[in-house]
């Protein structure tokens, strides 16, 4: 048995306290979502483009040495990734998703879905949209 697969087990094994799908995909509006290369690789297969037009088409430079995803207009937080329908609140590459966003928010809970649940409940209104920047 290799050590990754032990690890995806446990991490599996973890219940987690938030739920992505009542979310308006908050962590999907971060600035910098950064993209590795095996990102490129992947997400060119599902088009059926070359890593490189995925590097141009839909991502740009971050801070030195990284490459981000580009962004579009939101109108719930500013803006969000190039990859997110913006009516469904859904990932449009869900199975060719970064790496980044598999492995987020990496912990049983997630702050801005703590945050989200609180006000619901708080404001007796459970499609509330709790808008919140980090600037
Ligand atoms: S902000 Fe948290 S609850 Fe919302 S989609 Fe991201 S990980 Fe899921
Ligand atoms: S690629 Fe998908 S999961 Fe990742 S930030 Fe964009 S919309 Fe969200």
Redo the contacts with the bound molecule.
């Keep these: 048995m290799s050590l990754p697969v032990l690890k995806n087990v446990v991490k599996n094994a973890v219940k987690t306290s938030y739920d992505c799908a009542r979310c308006p995909?908050y962590?999907?509006t971060?600035a910098r979502?950064a993209i590795e290369p095996r990102d490129l690789v992947r997400l060119g297969k599902h088009f059926g483009i070359s890593p490189e037009a995925v590097r141009r088409r839909y991502t740009e430079d971050g801070e030195p040495g990284e490459r981000i995803?580009r962004h579009q207009k939101d109108k719930l937080f500013g803006s969000?990734?190039?990859?997110?329908?913006l009516e469904t609140r859904?990932?449009?590459?869900?199975n060719h998703?970064?790496g980044?966003?598999k492995s987020?928010p990496d912990s049983a809970r997630c702050g801005y879905y703590e945050m989200l649940r609180f006000e619901r409940k708080w404001q007796d209104d459970p499609e509330l949209v709790v808008r919140a920047r980090v600037l």
């Design positions: 995909a962590c999907c971060y979502i995803l969000a990734c190039v990859f997110l329908d859904r990932c449009t590459v869900y998703r970064p980044v966003c987020y």
